[in-house]
């Protein structure tokens, strides 16, 4: 038997041991069982509207709020760290090793319940929602948009300084442009983890309004004792992802045929 019929045999059989693990956990399953506790019709249309009228329209503020500050200090971040002064060096990569090495969980405490008790100040939830999404955001897209500016070829830079451009002026209308077109697939994917991540502010302590999905979903799947409410909030977060996913997927793939 030649390589290539032997490497199709072992698929095969691979394809057939799943399709036959398939076959098995779905005869085995109590289905009702799974239909009452994951997908009661009847309390998942008590979650509407407001799962997408308030629930899920807060996860977007919260997460466009968190990456247009992470963006905007992440693109600081990465100009400092590509700078020739020493200090600007220093501190933006302290800023950055700090913010990628603490989870978010963290950050959210510091300041969420750390500066009211440490400070006496209060910033507010959609503050303290911003400024931990933007943090931990921002310290990865610094490393993100410095790798995208540093693959920016230099002969843009040096032609646009040969043209009488100052340094600012060539970075921000020559350099920076290319550079984001070079990252827009890793940030969409940072976005899609900020998506994700906004569902720690549930640990916050919020009044209904302010609710974002996963929050919505703890105190509605207490409220009725089933999960039904995470199952519909779980497809609600996929509404926000898949479209991102697809999103990023054909702009890699344009890039690559660009290439």
């Not at 990465?78 to 220093?90: C, E, I, K, Q």
């Not at 984001?180 to 890793?186: A, E, S, V």
Request: proline share 4%.
């Amino acid at each position: 038997m030649s390589p290539r019929k032997r490497a199709a045999l072992v698929r095969y059989v691979q394809y057939a041991i799943l399709v036959l693990l398939v076959v098995v956990l779905a005869l085995i399953a109590d289905w009702g069982e799974i239909r009452r506790a994951f997908v009661d019709t009847g309390i998942a249309s008590q979650l509407f509207p407001d799962v997408i009228l308030i629930a899920l329209k807060n996860t977007i503020i919260y997460t466009a709020c968190g990456f247009a500050f992470g963006l905007a200090l992440g693109l600081v971040l990465a100009l400092m760290r590509l700078s020739s002064v020493g200090p600007y060096r220093w501190i933006a990569t302290g800023i950055i090793e700090l913010f990628r090495g603490l989870p978010a969980l963290v950050v959210f405490l510091v300041l969420g319940l750390g500066l009211p008790i440490a400070f006496g100040v209060n910033l507010g939830n959609i503050v303290t929602v911003t400024l931990a999404l933007g943090l931990v955001g921002g310290a990865y897209m610094a490393e993100t948009i410095r790798a995208g500016i540093q693959a920016v070829p230099k002969g843009q830079y040096e032609a646009a300084r040969t043209l009488g451009m100052t340094h600012t002026r060539a970075m921000v209308t020559i350099v920076i442009p290319q550079a984001f077109r070079i990252i827009l697939p890793p940030l969409t994917n940072e976005l899609i983890l900020l998506t994700k991540d906004s569902s720690l502010v549930y640990i916050l302590g919020m009044s209904l309004d302010e609710y974002e999905l996963t929050a919505f979903g703890r105190e509605n799947m207490n409220a009725f004792a089933n999960l039904t409410p995470m199952v519909t909030i779980a497809l609600c977060y996929l509404l926000i992802t898949v479209p991102l996913s697809i999103v990023v997927r054909r702009m890699e793939a344009k890039s690559g045929k660009a290439r």
